[in-house]
Antibody
Framework: EVQLLESGGGLVQPGGSLRLSCAASGFTFSSYAMNWVRQAPGKGLEWVSVISESGGVTAYADSVKGRFAISRDNSKNTLYLQISSLSAGDTAIYYC?????????????WGQGTMVTVYS | DIQMTQSPSSVSASVGDRVTITCRASQGISSSLAWYQQKSGKAPKLLIYAASSLQSGVPSRFSGSGSGTDFTLTISSLQPEDFATYYCQQANSFPLTFGGGTKVEIK
């Protein structure tokens, strides 16, 4: 079964950091670009970051550029998102999502999400 | 950045109704558009990619159309399991952007 499982979310104070993980199974992880998408409580979806199949190319939303870092370990079938300098506006469910095909930007598989709460 | 505008933001409909949701891009995106369904407390689910291609396993009552800047998601006969929020997403360029969502509610 194709599956993505996020972990690493939690409660963090403003200015703090967390590392989110996304474990992939059921498909050839190294063949697909991967995204992080977040959703603030009661709000819509916001794309956060993307990483290419090999990890050599990354891109970020302006709202997180310079504070978040996406990476992947293809030997461990795992995607990461290091999030730092957090503020209340970063409170959200963070989803990892697999692109449907190489070169496509629609996401066909999503994890269940991990909640990040920034509180003071 | 490409802005995606969805309408309506909510719609009340009955089982069996035909429901149409529209999405407009702030600039042309060819057919690079996806539609997702999200149920409360769940992750989004891909319904349509490339504006009109049905994702595997998605019922045929869902259909998508459009190109350029104007797109439509149609549910031909609303079923109880279709009550959810629907999002469009442009897949033309980064940053990827989503519409604000359309909540389909029970009338």
């Amino acid at each position: 079964e194709v599956q993505l499982l996020e972990s690493g979310g939690g409660l963090v104070q403003p200015g703090g950091s967390l590392r989110l993980s996304c474990a992939a199974s059921g498909f050839t992880f190294s063949s697909y670009a991967m995204n992080w998408v977040r959703q603030a409580p009661g709000k819509g979806l916001e794309w956060v970051s993307v990483i290419s199949e090999s990890g050599g190319v990354t891109a970020y939303a302006d709202s997180v550029k310079g504070r978040f870092a996406i990476s992947r370990d293809n030997s461990k079938n795992t995607l990461y998102l290091q999030i730092s300098s957090l503020s209340a506006g970063d409170t959200a469910i963070y989803y990892c999502a697999k692109v449907r095909l190489r070169g496509d930007r629609a996401c066909d598989i999503w994890g269940q999400g991990t909640m990040v709460t920034v509180y003071s | 950045d490409i802005q995606m505008t969805q309408s309506p933001s909510s719609v009340s409909a009955s089982v069996g109704d035909r429901v149409t949701i529209t999405c407009r891009a702030s600039q042309g995106i060819s057919s690079s558009l996806a539609w997702y369904q999200q149920k409360s407390g769940k992750a989004p689910k891909l319904l349509i990619y490339a504006a009109s291609s049905l994702q595997s396993g998605v019922p045929s009552r869902f259909s998508g159309s459009g190109s350029g800047t104007d797109f439509t998601l149609t549910i031909s006969s609303l079923q109880p399991e279709d009550f959810a929020t629907y999002y469009c997403q442009q897949a033309n360029s980064f940053p990827l952007t989503f519409g604000g969502g359309t909540k389909v509610e029970i009338k």
